[in-house]
């Protein structure tokens, strides 16, 4: 009986030893499932986090590119209209300047133009380009600059008035009606209200 109560007891040893152990692993394994699950949760929480964000950066984006799409085809829009405009009135004052010079006002802002290059070039040789139809004024240009004037056609001049080149003084005089009309276009921009942002 004695062995036998030395074996059970043995074997109580064991039995209790395993369970110690098995315990043991368990609550190991109890905590090492819970850490894991935790990780999991944690990445699955980053994860989706950062997916959420990724797609909202995508859309954010998408939208931004959209947007400056749209606004950039409205503003190439504007400035053609806004171009097509300016040509519009430009073609027009060109228009009422040309029938502005078959008037006989003009033949006197002509003359008057004449004397302001001439005093520029102080009686020295020049050459005076005019617009082809002004040729008929010849004899009056040249009276207010003296003999040492060439006069010539120039093609360039559309509307009309005068510009005048001294070698001697490596001056370009520009009275042309063209020129002037030119030099309106940004005093036009700026007043117009046509702007482009």
């Known amino acids: 009986m004695e062995k036998t109560t030395k074996t059970d007891n043995f074997l109580n040893a064991i039995k209790k030893y395993a369970d110690n152990q098995r315990n043991t692993i368990l609550s190991e394994v109890d905590s090492f499932k819970k850490e894991k699950i935790a990780e999991a949760k944690k990445k699955a929480k980053y994860d989706s986090e950062k997916l959420i964000k990724d797609r909202l950066e995508l859309k954010k984006n998408e939208q931004t590119s959209r947007v400056a799409k749209l606004t950039q085809e409205g503003q190439k829009k504007l400035f053609l209209e806004r171009a097509e405009m300016t040509e519009s009135v430009f073609k027009k004052a060109e ?23 001439s005093a520029l070039f102080d009686g020295k040789s020049c050459i005076i380009y005019v617009n082809e139809k002004d040729m008929a004024l010849a004899d009056q240009i040249k009276a207010i600059f003296g003999e040492k004037a060439e006069l010539c056609p120039d093609k360039t001049i559309k509307i009309g008035g005068l510009k005048g080149f001294c070698k001697e003084m490596s001056i370009v005089a520009d009275e042309t009606l063209d020129s002037k009309l030119n030099a309106q276009r940004e005093w036009f921009f700026e007043n117009s209200g046509l702007s482009v942002l």
């Open 95 to 117: 228009e009422k300047l040309i029938e502005f010079t078959k008037t006989s006002k003009y033949s006197e802002l002509l003359k008057n133009y004449a004397e302001n290059i």
